[in-house]
T-cell receptor, first 113, second 115 residues
Framework: DVKVTQSSRYLVKRTGEKVFLECVQDMDHENMFWYRQDPGLGLRLIYF???????EKGDIPEGYSVSREKKERFSLILESASTNQTSMYLC????????????FGPGTRLTVT | AQSVTQLDSQVPVFEEAPVELRCNYS??????LFWYVQYPNQGLQLLLK??????LVESINGFEAEFNKSQTSFHLRKPSVHISDTAEYFC?????????????FGTGTQLKVEL
């Protein structure tokens, strides 16, 4: 089974802190994605990556950056956390051979105070 | 660009009753369609998908969805729901080509099954 793991299930940070959210997948998938999930808004794509060191902006990249130094790991960085970044963050991965199916991690609920 | 509309944010239903969760999409090109389910405190899991072939697709737990190109819909149905089906359901779409495996999600429908 594909497994996507996220470093924390719950995280509380203060405004202005630098925050790292880590995601690891174990199926050698080429594509990795970061979404945020908010009630009534569904999932919105923040950034995605097709390959190591490759990244592209999604629909809401402002205030975020990403890093993909190894194929299995995709990190989301909040350079200076703000209260409007309080949300559920979901990581996903997919293979270019799997018919666009994405596999999701359990999510990280981030609270910025 | 693609978009997905899930008209119902919440659907309450009694156990063993039928249910339909509605999904409409908009796209200028051909698409693949998906339904994902999110149980409480978990990530999303693929429920079913339409890539090609038969327009009626089924999941292992009794859900089915029918791709209707003329109505640009992909509604999810189950003839008899169980308490364990309580979850949030997301419809998603991606382009057949050139989409880079990116999915566009709807805003979700919370299915609440009651005794």
């Amino acid at each position: 089974d594909v497994k996507v793991t996220q470093s924390s299930r719950y995280l509380v940070k203060r405004t202005g802190e630098k925050v790292f959210l880590e995601c690891v997948q174990d199926m050698d998938h080429e594509n990795m994605f970061w979404y945020r999930q908010d009630p009534g808004l569904g999932l919105r794509l923040i950034y995605f990556s097709y390959d190591v060191k490759m990244k592209e902006k999604g629909d809401i990249p402002e205030g975020y950056s990403v890093s993909r130094e190894k194929k299995e790991r995709f990190s989301l960085i909040l350079e200076s956390a703000s209260t409007n970044q309080t949300s559920m963050y979901l990581c996903a991965s997919s293979s270019i051979y799997s018919g666009h199916e994405q596999y999701f991690g359990p999510g990280t609920r981030l609270t910025v105070t | 660009a693609q978009s997905v509309t899930q008209l119902d944010s919440q659907v309450p239903v009694f156990e063993e009753a039928p249910v339909e969760l509605r999904c409409n999409y908009s796209s200028s090109v051909s698409v693949y369609l998906f339904w994902y389910v999110q149980y409480p405190n978990q990530g999303l899991q693929l429920l079913l998908k339409y890539l090609s072939g038969s327009t009626l697709v089924e999941s292992i737990n009794g859900f089915e969805a029918e791709f209707n190109k003329s109505q640009t819909s992909f509604h999810l149905r189950k003839p008899s729901v169980h308490i364990s089906d309580t979850a949030e359901y997301f419809c998603a779409v991606t382009r057949l080509t050139g989409g880079g495996n990116k999915l566009t999600f709807g805003t979700g429908t919370q299915l609440k099954v009651e005794l």
